[in-house]
């Protein structure tokens, strides 16, 4: 009995390690195919009880929002859906505030921000490294 429920184990985890790695290799082929069309920032909100949310946003030379992209979901066959909500508004723009007048959840609104802060963070070490190189 005990030798089912290791196999059944054994199962389950071979199982999740494939369809994790197919979840990565779908997600970094979209962003692939995403930064044709120019450059792409993405936040991220890691969930346990919640659900985990990532969005992408591809940006203009000025930081214009040209598109947005959600991805919400507990499971590896989350997929991403538009998420127009700030097109045609700048990175920098975007704040808790805003997304809370948008009526965005918890999530959602961490993920916006992550987004604006982590192409802060990447816009400073590329003029750090500028610096640097002069």
């Known amino acids: 009995m005990l030798s089912y429920f290791v196999a059944a184990a054994v199962v389950v985890w071979i199982a999740q390690t494939v369809l994790g790695l197919r979840q990565f290799k779908k997600f970094s082929n979209h962003i692939r195919d995403l930064r044709q069309e120019g450059r792409v920032a993405i936040g991220r909100a890691r969930g346990s009880f919640l659900a985990g949310v ?3 946003f591809i940006i203009d030379d000025n930081c214009k929002i040209l598109k ?6 507990r499971t590896v066959f989350a997929d991403f859906s538009p998420f127009e909500k700030f097109n045609g508004l700048t990175l920098f723009e975007l704040s808790e505030e805003l997304c809370k007048s948008m009526k965005l959840g918890k999530q959602e609104t961490a993920a916006v921000v992550s987004a604006r ?4 963070s990447y816009k400073l070490m590329k003029s ?3 610096l640097a190189t002069d």
């Open 54 to 56: 990532i969005v992408l």
């Open 68 to 73: 947005g992209e959600i991805m919400s979901g």
């Open 117 to 120: 802060n982590d192409y802060e």
């Open 128 to 130: 750090e490294e500028n």
